[in-house]
Nanobody, 114 residues
Framework: QVQLVESGGGLVQPGGSLRLSCAAS????????MGWYRQAPGKQRELVAR???????DYLDSVKGRFTISRDNAKNTVNLQINILKPEDTAVYYC????????WGQGTQVTVSS
């Protein structure tokens, strides 16, 4: 399994944007799905977005049109562009490779508050 390291979280006002990045320690081209999950305080971890090896994407309904996931198999990176942030987007965001039984990053905090 590859090691994943997230970056790009922070404090942002409602309506703002962030770009989360995930760098893998090794090749991700063999990992069919790369994804981003999030976990808010007191809630279960949920899948926010995932992207297949071939670029097919799935999104949580509440983030469709605001979040965009991308991957670069040559650079072994996965990014999540987050726009029009809402307070309910506040959570720790985790990069994942290969589903729940796959590789996980340590998480990056996203806080949306005025």
């Amino acid at each position: 399994q590859v090691q994943l390291v997230e970056s790009g979280g922070g404090l942002v006002q409602p309506g703002g944007s962030l770009r989360l990045s995930c760098a893998a320690s090794g090749p991700i081209v063999g990992i069919y799905y790369m994804g981003w999950y999030r976990q808010a305080p007191g809630k279960q971890r949920e899948l926010v977005a995932r992207i297949s090896r071939n670029g097919f994407t799935d999104y949580l309904d509440s983030v469709k049109g605001r979040f965009t996931i991308s991957r670069d198999n040559a650079k072994n990176t996965v990014n999540l562009q987050i726009n029009i942030l809402k307070p309910e987007d506040t959570a720790v965001y985790y990069c994942n490779g290969g589903g729940p039984d796959g590789s996980w990053g340590q998480g990056t905090q996203v806080t949306v508050s005025s």
